[in-house]
């Protein structure tokens, strides 16, 4: 499991470092605000743990701006602002809890294995299709690097009718049955629309079209 941890006090810093290390977590420390939202773009993390007073940009402006582009993973404030104000600037940034400085390194390890837990399970209804690439069935999200992706309804309503054929060819026919309702006229050119939109999130190679026949969303390739 990947940590970033934003912690200004170097000390600390190294010290929960040493601590989330022997437990088997790969930890990123950096020390400003700019530093953290520099790398959470490049990089991949299953964790984030971010003091709320850093230099440059604060922990709450930092997390309010990487969930306003979609990054919904956990996060846990350390902070010694502990008014509920504070909190309430926190929680309302995104965070998902909250640790009042000063905290025991223990009590730091189970909130983030409880984080982590609640974030396994929501991953067991998500369906890898390509490499950071995954649809939550039950929430009808499609996220790339954690970020969720924005598609309309009768694409979602597509790509749920092609998982569940993974890997068989879904004929037009059944495609326009699943798609529009009795009252409504189906459209080869929209049909067409919605394949372009997921072939540009999933890869052009992902879903293959059949000649006369229909669409075939290949997973065993990756899977």
Same mark, same amino acid.
């Given at each position: 499991?990947?940590?970033?941890?934003?912690?200004?006090?170097?000390?600390?810093?190294?010290?929960?470092?040493?601590?989330?290390?022997?437990?088997?977590?790969?930890?990123?420390?950096?020390?400003?605000?700019? %530093?953290?939202?520099?790398?959470?773009?490049?990089?991949?993390?299953?964790?984030?743990?971010?003091?709320?007073?850093?230099?440059?940009?604060?922990?709450?402006?930092?997390?309010? %701006?990487?969930?306003?582009?979609?990054?919904?993973?956990?996060?846990?404030?350390?902070?010694?602002?502990?008014?509920?104000?504070?909190?309430?600037?926190?929680?309302?940034?995104?965070?998902?809890?909250?640790?009042?400085?000063?905290?025991?390194?223990? %009590?730091? /390890?189970?909130?983030?294995?409880?984080?982590?837990?609640?974030?396994?399970?929501?991953?067991?209804?998500?369906?890898?299709?390509?490499?950071?690439?995954?649809?939550?069935?039950?929430?009808?999200?499609?996220?790339?690097?954690?970020?969720?992706?924005?598609?309309?309804?009768?694409?979602?309503?597509?790509?749920? /009718?092609?998982?569940?054929?993974?890997?068989?060819?879904?004929?037009?026919?059944?495609?326009?049955?699943?798609?529009?309702?009795?009252?409504?006229?189906?459209?080869?050119?929209?049909?067409?629309?919605?394949?372009?939109?997921?072939?540009?999130?999933?890869?052009? %190679?992902?879903?293959?079209?059949?000649?006369?026949?229909?669409?075939?969303?290949?997973?065993?390739?990756?899977?």
């Amino acid at each position: 499991m990947k940590v970033l941890y934003l912690e200004d006090d170097f000390n600390l810093s190294q010290t929960i470092e040493e601590i989330l290390n022997d437990e088997g977590f790969l930890v990123t420390c950096v020390y400003d605000g700019n %530093e953290a939202l520099k790398i959470i773009y490049e990089e991949n993390f299953d964790i984030f743990i971010l003091d709320a007073n850093v230099p440059k940009i604060n922990g709450f402006t930092l997390l309010k %701006e990487l969930r306003e582009a979609n990054i919904s993973t956990p996060a846990i404030f350390t902070s010694s602002l502990t008014s509920i104000e504070d909190l309430s600037n926190g929680y309302s940034s995104g965070a998902d809890d909250y640790l009042k400085k000063p905290f025991n390194a223990q %009590e730091l /390890l189970l909130r983030v294995n409880a984080l982590l837990k609640r974030e396994f399970k929501y991953q067991e209804n998500s369906i890898k299709i390509v490499q950071d690439v995954y649809f939550n069935v039950k929430l009808d999200e499609l996220t790339i690097k954690n970020r969720k992706i924005s598609i309309n309804p009768k694409e979602i309503l597509l790509l749920k /009718l092609l998982l569940k054929h993974k890997d068989e060819c879904v004929s037009f026919e059944t495609i326009y049955q699943n798609l529009w309702s009795y009252n409504e006229t189906y459209s080869d050119i929209s049909l067409r629309t919605y394949i372009k939109n997921l072939r540009k999130h999933l890869g052009k %190679e992902k879903i293959l079209s059949v000649k006369k026949i229909g669409y075939k969303l290949i997973l065993k390739k990756e899977l």
